[in-house]
C-alpha cells in the first residue's frame, strides 16, 4: 500500500494504480487531508461547509466516490454527492454555483483504466494551485487520524444546472438549427467516459454518439482523444462520407475536460488545430476581452492566429493549473493546451470539453464551412502549413528518469534530425526550436502522473514530424 508520505500530486490531482497506491485507506486519507484544507483556506467571507464529491466512470470510482464522502463528513463538513458520474467540469461549475467549498472527483482523467485518483477543485471553480496540493501533503505526512462519519450522504443532481450554464453561453437550439441547415452532422465519441449523453442533451437527437455505455476498460486502451483511440470514429466517418453525408465528429477523454476532433474526410484533428480556430472565432468579436493563453507545448499557429486578432499570447508551462492562475488575475478569452483542455474567461478557470465543443460547432456554423475547410481555410491565412504528433517512451525506474533529465537539462543537443537548434527553453522540460522561424520544434518532458517522457513535434510536413520523433526516441534510447 502507498503510505501517506509517498501520496504526491501531479499537474492535476494525486493518481495511481487502482489497487496498489489508490486503495481506500488512501482515498480515505487524501479526502480528509483535502477538505480539512478546503476548510482551512476558504476565503474570507465564504461560510460554506459544502464540498461536492463526483466521480467519473472507471472501475470502483462511485464506490471510493462514497468513501471520500464519508472522509469529508468526518471533517465536519457537509458532504454533497454526485447522483451521476459527471465530466470533472460539471463539478467545478457547481462548486461555483453552490457557493461551495470546493470539490473532490474521483477520476484519473485520460490514464489508462488502471489508474485512479483524486482532483481538488477550489471554491473558484477550477484546480487548486501547487501551493495548495503541497500543505494537503504536509497534512498527509503529519499522519493525523479522522474517522470517517456514519450519516447518510446526500446526493445532487449537478448535470442539470450545469447544461442551463452553458446554453446561457452558446444558443443551442439555433446551433442545432443551423447544424441542420448546413446539413452537417455530429457524431460524438465518448470514449465510454463521463461526458457521454451531454451533448446529445445540448443539441438534440441529431447528434448521434458511439461508445457511450460505460465500460471500465475504455476498450482496452487510456480513455484518451488521440488518433490511435479513435478508428472507431474515423471508421464511421469515412463510411457516411461515401454516402455523400458532410460529418463533424467529437471526442471527449474520459473525464470530459478534453477535446479532440475528426473532420469530415476522417482526419483527426488535435487541440493544437482547434485552439487557433476557437482564437479566429472568438476573437473577432472586440467584446470579449483577453489575452490568449497557451502551454509551452502549444502549437505556433496559436501565437499567430493571436496575435493576427490583436491579441497578446502568454505562455506557461504544461499543466492547465498554470493556465488557470493567468485565468484569476487577468481577462483571458481563452487559454488551451496541448493534452485537449480549453478553458474560457467567459466561463471559469477551467478546461471544459463540453463547452469547447459547442464553440467548435459554433465556429463552424458561422463560417457555413465544415471542420477540415475551415482548418485548412485559416492555415493558408496565416501562411504556416503545420503538422504535430507526440509519442509517449515508457521509462523502466526513477533512476532512468533522473539520468535522462540530468543529461537533457546539462546537456541538451546542439542539432536534432540534421537541423541547427536554435533555442533551448528549459520552463517546462527541454523545448528545441529547430532552424528559422516558426513551426519546427521538438520538446522532452516528463509526465507528472505516470512514468513518461514525452516527446512533442510540430513541423511544416508529417514526414519531418517522423524523422524529428524518430530521431528523438533513438537519441533518448542512446543515453
Known amino acids: 500500500m502507498q503510505s501517506t508520505g509517498s501520496i504526491r500530486f501531479g499537474t492535476d490531482g494525486w493518481r495511481g494504480v487502482l489497487g496498489v497506491d489508490v486503495t481506500a485507506a488512501t482515498v480515505l486519507q487524501v479526502a480528509t487531508a483535502a477538505a480539512q484544507e478546503l476548510a482551512a483556506a476558504a476565503p474570507e467571507g465564504l461560510n460554506s461547509r459544502e464540498v461536492l464529491i463526483g466521480f467519473d466512470r472507471r472501475f470502483l470510482a462511485p464506490e471510493l466516490a462514497e468513501l471520500a464522502a464519508a472522509a469529508v463528513q468526518g471533517c465536519n463538513l457537509l458532504p454533497l454527492l454526485a447522483a451521476d458520474p459527471t465530466p470533472t467540469p460539471t463539478m467545478s461549475w457547481c462548486v461555483r454555483h453552490r457557493q461551495a467549498l470546493g470539490a473532490l472527483v474521483v477520476t484519473a482523467s485520460h490514464n489508462p483504466p488502471e489508474w485512479l485518483g483524486i482532483k481538488i477543485k477550489g471554491p473558484f471553480g477550477g484546480s487548486v494551485d501547487s501551493a495548495f496540493t503541497k500543505r494537503v501533503e504536509r497534512r498527509l505526512r503529519a499522519g493525523s487520524v479522522v474517522p470517517p462519519g456514519r450519516d447518510p450522504i446526500s446526493r445532487f443532481d449537478a448535470w442539470t444546472p450545469y447544461l442551463a450554464g452553458l446554453s446561457q453561453l452558446v444558443d443551442c437550439r439555433m446551433l442545432a438549427q443551423r447544424l441542420k441547415d448546413m446539413d452537417l452532422r455530429v457524431l460524438v465519441d465518448s470514449m465510454h467516459g463521463a461526458a457521454a449523453g451531454g451533448l446529445r442533451r445540448l443539441l438534440g437527437p441529431s447528434t448521434g454518439e458511439i461508445r457511450s455505455y460505460r465500460d471500465p476498460l475504455f476498450g482496452g486502451h487510456a480513455p484518451e482523444p488521440l488518433a490511435p483511440n479513435l478508428s472507431d470514429l474515423t471508421r464511421r ?243
Open 237 to 479: 466517418i469515412k463510411a457516411l462520407r461515401i454516402l455523400e453525408k458532410a460529418v463533424v465528429g467529437l471526442a471527449f477523454d474520459g473525464d470530459g475536460d478534453r477535446l479532440a476532433a475528426v473532420d469530415e474526410t476522417g482526419a483527426f484533428c488535435s487541440t493544437q488545430q482547434l485552439i487557433p480556430l476557437l482564437i479566429d472565432h472568438l476573437g473577432r468579436d472586440a467584446t470579449r476581452p483577453g489575452v490568449v493563453v497557451k502551454t509551452v507545448s502549444g502549437s505556433d499557429l496559436m501565437t499567430v492566429v493571436a496575435e493576427d486578432r490583436g491579441r497578446r499570447v502568454v505562455e506557461t508551462p504544461v499543466g492547465f493549473k498554470h493556465i488557470a492562475a493567468v485565468m484569476r488575475r487577468e481577462a483571458v478569452l481563452l487559454g488551451g493546451e496541448e493534452s485537449g483542455g480549453v478553458g474560457f474567461g467567459c466561463h471559469m478557470p477551467e478546461r471544459d470539453g463540453l463547452l469547447a465543443a459547442l464553440l467548435v460547432l459554433e465556429a463552424l456554423v458561422t463560417a457555413e464551412q465544415p471542420l477540415g475547410e475551415r482548418l485548412a481555410a485559416l492555415q493558408q491565412r496565416s501562411g504556416l502549413q503545420l503538422h504535430y504528433d507526440r509519442l509517449d517512451l515508457h521509462l523502466g525506474d526513477l533512476a532512468t528518469r533522473n539520468r535522462l533529465l540530468a543529461v537533457l537539462e546539462q546537456q541538451p543537443p546542439q542539432t536534432v534530425a540534421g537541423e541547427p537548434v536554435t533555442d533551448v527553453n528549459q520552463r517546462d522540460g527541454i523545448k528545441l526550436r529547430l532552424g528559422k522561424g516558426l513551426g519546427h520544434w521538438l520538446m522532452l518532458r516528463f509526465s507528472g502522473t505516470e512514468p513518461l517522457l514525452r516527446l512533442y513535434c510540430e513541423a511544416p510536413s508529417m514526414e519531418q514530424v517522423r524523422t524529428t520523433l524518430a530521431w528523438a526516441e533513438a537519441f533518448v534510447q542512446g543515453l
